[in-house]
């Protein structure tokens, strides 16, 4: 049973900048590939940001160079620093396994880029 908490969402302005957090539950953080994964109103889920167990990192294009997904296992938590935020990005973000079968999905955090 897995447990994901995000947070770090709020409003920002085109350009600025927003950390997520993702804090897990459980002690097998550490072996999974995880990701943070969006949805826009009317939009299907997509993955955007992944993270092997070892810390090797792939991104969707559209936020590769801006975004930059991390891991701390010894806090359970994973963590997605965004930077130069578009409109675009406004999203429900969600944390969950990047590989396998995926976790309940959490709340999410709303991320609106907006002036």
């Known amino acids: 049973q897995v447990q994901l908490v995000e947070s770090g969402g709020g409003l920002v302005q085109p350009g600025g900048s927003l950390r997520l957090s993702c804090a897990a539950s459980?002690?097998?953080?550490?072996?999974?590939?995880m990701g943070w994964y969006r949805q826009a109103p009317g939009k299907q889920r997509e993955l955007v940001a992944a993270?092997?167990?070892?810390?090797?990192?792939s991104y969707v294009d559209s936020v590769r160079g801006r975004f930059t997904i991390s891991r701390d296992n010894a806090k359970s938590t994973m963590y997605l620093q965004m930077n130069s935020l578009k409109p675009e990005d406004t999203a429900v973000y969600y944390c969950?396994?990047?590989?396998?079968?995926?976790?309940?999905w959490g709340q999410g955090t709303q991320v609106t880029v907006s002036w």
């Open positions: 459980g002690s097998n953080f550490g072996i999974f590939a």
């Open positions: 969950n396994k990047a590989g396998g079968t995926v976790a309940s």
């Open positions: 993270i092997t167990s070892g810390g090797t990192t």
